[in-house]
């Protein structure tokens, strides 16, 4: 274990020495492509802001007004008879806008019904086993500037779906 912390310590300044040894073996200016790529980046950053506080804005007035609330516990008498607990409503819906929020609302699980409970479990498990489906595909839409999602959105949530039943079952299964 010590091995892989001391070399993990010098990775980034020995991916840095290559970069810049790449550059002056080739003759090419680091300097110059370095800025080049700062500005691209701003780039992307300006054209995918927009997007981003809209997720975080929307996510936001869903748990402020009380709706996710009222919407969650509505399902969560059908999940609950399927072993999906209620309180694990929200955290599913709201990881689709956005990780960090749904992070928080796994630390409220926690505070509630603790790290061990099949709720704990199955929040732990879905957080890992699901993606960040909206907000990675404006991110990556937008800045890729595709105009044509075709079967990404359904396929998304297939995979949620299917990472979801799995973090269900794991959790019934430790239990």
């Given at each position: 274990?010590?091995?892989?912390?001391?070399?993990?310590?010098?990775?980034?300044?020995?991916?840095?020495f290559y970069i810049v040894a790449h550059a002056v073996f080739n003759r090419e200016?680091?300097?110059?492509?370095?800025?080049?790529?700062?500005?691209?980046?701003?780039?992307?950053?300006?054209?995918?802001?927009?997007?981003?506080?809209?997720?975080?804005?929307?996510?936001?007035?869903?748990?402020?007004?009380?709706?996710?609330?009222?919407?969650?516990?509505?399902?969560?008498?059908?999940?609950?008879?399927?072993?999906?607990?209620?309180?694990?409503?929200?955290?599913?819906i709201v990881k689709m806008f956005s990780s960090s929020a749904a992070t928080g609302?796994?630390?409220?699980?926690?505070?509630?019904?603790?790290?061990?409970s099949l709720s704990g479990l199955i929040a732990s498990l879905s957080m890992s086993?699901?993606?960040?489906?909206?907000?990675?595909?404006?991110?990556?839409?937008?800045?890729?500037?595709?105009?044509?999602?075709?079967?990404?959105?359904?396929?998304?949530?297939?995979?949620?779906?299917?990472?979801?039943?799995?973090?269900?079952?794991?959790?019934?299964?430790?239990?």
């Amino acid at each position: 274990m010590s091995f892989i912390l001391y070399v993990s310590e010098y990775m980034i300044p020995l991916v840095v020495f290559y970069i810049v040894a790449h550059a002056v073996f080739n003759r090419e200016n680091a300097y110059e492509s370095f800025i080049e790529g700062t500005k691209q980046g701003i780039k992307t950053v300006i054209s995918i802001m927009p997007t981003l506080i809209s997720l975080m804005v929307g996510v936001g007035i869903l748990r402020a007004s009380g709706f996710l609330l009222a919407f969650s516990e509505l399902i969560g008498k059908f999940t609950t008879k399927i072993g999906l607990p209620s309180e694990i409503v929200p955290l599913l819906i709201v990881k689709m806008f956005s990780s960090s929020a749904a992070t928080g609302l796994l630390l409220d699980i926690y505070k509630e019904c603790g790290t061990d409970s099949l709720s704990g479990l199955i929040a732990s498990l879905s957080m890992s086993c699901t993606e960040t489906i909206f907000y990675t595909m404006s991110v990556l839409f937008i800045a890729a500037k595709v105009k044509k999602t075709r079967w990404t959105l359904p396929g998304a949530l297939i995979a949620t779906l299917a990472g979801t039943v799995a973090s269900v079952i794991i959790a019934h299964m430790m239990l």
